[in-house]
């Protein structure tokens, strides 16, 4: 079992930033791929970001590209994510997991056996 616990959500102004933190517990964070998932109210759950379990390979979705950075520190068992450049439509719930080491498709929410409970980011224009 792992435990994973978000923070850092909030109410930002558009162009502001946050830093979003998960924290694990439980079985050896470094034994699994980490990733971000958001969902707005009324939409599906959607990848965001993931990095492997080395933090040597990271992946985002389109729309975070040039402006989210996700990062891990496994001696604090502990994955991030950097988000600049805010905009209203990044309003959502945000959720990390956790995958299976060799996950090959990160971007499959269904590829991920642990969930935190989610941290609310509120983007005002």
């Known amino acids: 079992q792992v435990q994973l616990v978000e923070s850092g959500g909030g109410l930002v102004q558009a162009g502001g930033s946050l830093r979003l933190s998960c924290a694990a517990s439980?079985?050896?964070?470094?034994?699994?791929?980490m990733g971000w998932f958001r969902q707005a109210p009324g939409k599906e759950r959607e990848f965001v970001a993931a990095i492997r379990w080395s933090g040597r390979s990271t992946y985002y979705a389109d729309f975070v590209k040039g402006r989210f950075t996700i990062s891990r520190d496994n001696a604090k068992n502990t994955v991030y994510l950097q988000m600049n450049s805010l905009k209203p439509e990044d309003t959502a719930v945000y959720y990390c997991?956790?995958?299976?080491?060799?996950?090959?498709?990160?971007?499959?929410?269904?590829?991920?056996?642990?969930w935190g409970q989610g941290t609310q980011v509120t983007v005002s224009s």
């Open positions: 439980g079985r050896t964070f470094s034994s699994y791929a």
């Open positions: 997991a956790a995958a299976p080491k060799y996950t090959i498709v990160v971007v499959n929410p269904d590829a991920y056996d642990y």
